[in-house]
């Protein structure tokens, strides 16, 4: 399809981040920042606490804040990205306004999801039983996941241009929906060579954040005495280097649905 190249968007995406940096850099630290945070406590209390119901109790009220400021933030750097002079106030009441519509369109798509991966789950089960495999081996249970995953991955990559509709246009949630459908046809590939660039990113920067900052931090606890406040010196690193990222994808995707829509 013409109008849409990777490298086209990855260069405007570096061009519009060089010239607003000094705009989108603030907007990722306060609404992406927390939100990293927050899954962060999520996750180390998950390992330091054992699975009791007052532990998952308080995983979820960590969880839930942060998955509402990542769509809040997608949302309103969206915005930013593609309506001309808009300024952040615009752009975070226009996210606020649309946060409910994204999340009820979020939360029918995982629904429908997890209903047809329950659905896979039992007819894969039932036909390993009919022809006499045992379903808990690791071979069956790995081909049941896959089952799963890669249906999973392809919905992902389909429905990526969904945020960018649900921020743009005025649509209902099944019309939003069909619209993020319809915009990942014919483009499956190039979007799920995106997500895989993003994904390698990804682990590289947590290699960094792992091996690298983790071991500056070590060194500074151990000689300082301060392991606590390391920890939360680490905790902020962390989560501004992934905002930063997450920054860089949000816009990305913005301008990939804006070269896709002009054309459709």
Do not use: C
């Amino acid at each position: 399809m013409k109008g849409f190249s990777l490298g086209a968007v990855w260069e405007e995406m570096i061009v519009f981040l060089r010239r607003e940096r000094a705009l989108m850099i603030p907007v990722a630290f306060a609404l992406l920042g927390p939100a990293q945070m927050l899954l962060d406590l999520s996750m180390t209390r998950g390992m330091s606490a054992p699975p009791t119901e007052q532990t998952a109790r308080g995983e979820a009220l960590l969880i839930v804040p942060a998955l509402l400021l990542v769509l809040l933030a997608n949302l309103t750097i969206t915005r930013l990205a593609l309506v001309p002079g808009i300024s952040v106030l615009e752009a975070l009441a226009d996210g606020l306004r649309r946060l409910p519509r994204t999340l009820g369109t979020m939360l029918l798509m995982a629904g429908a999801f997890v209903a047809a991966a329950l659905a896979i789950l039992a007819a894969g089960t039932a036909g390993f039983v009919v022809f006499g495999s045992d379903p808990r081996s690791p071979a069956i249970s790995g081909q049941l996941l896959a089952l799963v995953t890669i249906p999973a991955f392809v919905l992902l990559v389909r429905m990526m241009l969904l945020i960018p509709v649900l921020a743009m246009e005025e649509r209902g949630v099944l019309d939003a929906l069909r619209r993020g459908w319809a915009l990942g046809r014919g483009i499956v590939l190039r979007l799920a060579a995106m997500l895989l660039i993003v994904l390698v990113l990804s682990m590289m920067v947590q290699l960094i954040e792992l091996y690298v900052v983790g071991s500056v931090i070590q060194l500074l606890a151990l000689t300082t005495g301060a392991g606590e406040l390391m920890k939360v010196i680490h905790m902020l690193i962390n989560a501004a280097i992934d905002s930063l990222l997450s920054l860089g994808f949000a816009v990305y995707v913005a301008l990939a649905y804006r070269a896709v829509a002009e054309n459709r």
